[in-house]
């Protein structure tokens, strides 16, 4: 345990009268909470309490942070769970039948098209590429020692070219700085719940506010052609076992693959959650580590002297557990994905609450990362919590980045080993101060990020 508690920003946890109803009034706060943040909308008793069943405008819901449920309707009997109607309106319009929202059999032949890419040791074969790209990043950051960089922007613009450069053959180029600043924009218009879709209102009625986004969509979505008409126009001989690739290839031995739109919706799956995801996770990280000297001395410690030189890349993550601790915890306060959300198709039980069909199952790993019966402090940053015999008492599926079951994130390896070099290669050169005038205050726009872009003051180590 740090000696030193820091208490990282987050929402407080709004009040609610015991035994309130519904009202009009509740309903327009309702609205407001969810347009500025859907992280603010969770209640003090969310936090202390396993299961609520609210009804909303009409439609019955279990909001259940218990891990045995959790376990229950994710994994075990996932098969009775479909994806819900405000999955799909959040992401179709921008990845249409990719791997987040697919399902059925297209889901099926996709997911198991993509799996080799993603093995381990795939996954070990892409270190090498990422700690090239990390020490590129280092170098031109360490260039600029004394000045003041946007954090949020410089680990968007890096977890793009890890992916790039992994999972393309190198010959397809994308403009990586143009592509996250539309994705960045996309989230920041469109990231949020429309309030017709809260209301479950027919798909024609029009989005009033989605204008732009419809335009952003189209930008990127061109990008992406542009990467697959590239492949297409290479002659057969010169292409290779990628991503892109196998994705070109998948269901060909069955007679039935993918078209050209459904390989790029997962293109532009796997290029905007992808690094989306990553970048937000190590940008809160670095945010935290200058937040928490302590913690930050312990790591640079700890990279110092792993010895990582001679050491293959793949192995780095295995050497530095306290750097991966780090990592861990930031994922724990500020998850990605801070909701998942699936549709009962059949009757369940889930703890000691009956399901119907048709009921909407809610958990949130915002709350459940937080919840005061599941862990101590916590609200605080703490890393320790993820060494040794603290990590092992954790109870299962009470932290769940990635999410879990059939549809846990295929990329969760990738993801984590890249975060390990990366935090590994920068440690190595640089120190970074947070120098905003405000801190950044967790928002969710699809995934969690920070409401600045965190400025950080460089600093050439050595």
Partial sequence: MLDTAFTPPAPTPRYVPPGARPSLQGYLRYFQIMRRNPLEIWTEGHYREFVWTPRVFGQPYVITHDPEAVRRFLVTNADNYGLTRLRRALFEPLIGDGLLIAEGDL?????KALTPVFNHRNVRGFAPVMRDVAVREAEALAKRDGETVLMSREMLNLALNVLTACLFSGDEAIDTERF???L??????AG???????????AWLPRLGRGEATGIVVQLRSQVNALLAARRARPKETGTDDFLSLLMNAGADEGAPLSDKEIVDNLITFLAAGHETTARTLTWTFYLLSKSPEALDRAVAEVDGAGLDDEDPADWAARLPFVTAVIKESMRLYPAAAIFSRLAL???RLGDVDIAPGTEIITSPWVLHRHDKLWARPWVFDPDRFMGAAADAIPRHAY??????PRICIGASFSMQEMAIVLAVFLTRLRFEHVGREEPQPIMRITVQPSTDVPMRIARRG
């Fill in 400 to 405: 769940m980045p990635f999410g879990a079951g």
């Fill in 107 to 111: 889901w099926k032949r996709t997911r």
């Fill in 180 to 182: 996250s600043r539309n």
């Fill in 184 to 189: 960045d924009r996309l989230l920041h218009v």
């Fill in 346 to 348: 059949g009757p369940d």
């Fill in 192 to 202: 949020m719940p429309h309030p017709l879709d809260l209301m479950a209102a027919p």
